[in-house]
């Protein structure tokens, strides 16, 4: 007792495309219209079903990808690369170092000077100095 359903494919629950129905027709040429008709509906609901898995997981994957994007902003802004009392503190000896090591120079500078002062001094009274070999007649 074999009753086939005359439902045109048109008016079943789930709408068959035409890819689907070409490839049922070219597959199955000699299958009851009722076989066609639930392997298309069959087809269309695999079909449907890949695209709502996709579609899922790509959400999903765009959500994943959004929230590690957020979770590593949110770590770089929390956790301070760089400790600004630190940077600051550093500064600081650098500047002093750099003071020290200027105020050194300057001494140097000083203490250069006041040597080539008495060097001068030194050469200035050597040629002015009178010769005790002056009492000659010229």
Do not use: C
């Amino acid at each position: 007792m074999t009753t086939e359903s005359n439902i045109p494919p048109e008016s079943s629950l789930v709408e068959i495309s035409t890819e689907t129905r070409d490839m049922v027709n070219r597959e199955m040429p000699n299958e009851t219209d009722k076989v066609k008709n639930e392997t298309m509906a069959l087809i269309e609901a695999i079909k449907k079903r890949a695209q709502a898995e996709i579609q899922g997981a790509s959400k999903l994957t765009s959500d994943a990808y959004l929230t590690a994007i957020h979770e590593a902003r949110t770590a770089v802004e929390q956790n301070q690369l760089f400790d600004k009392d630190r940077i600051e503190y550093t500064m600081k000896l650098i500047q002093m170092d750099a003071q020290k090591n200027w105020e050194s120079i300057l001494k140097e500078i000083s203490v250069f000077g006041d040597r080539l002062s008495d060097a001068a001094k030194a050469a200035w009274e050597a040629l002015t100095a009178p010769r005790s070999d002056d009492n000659s007649n010229v």
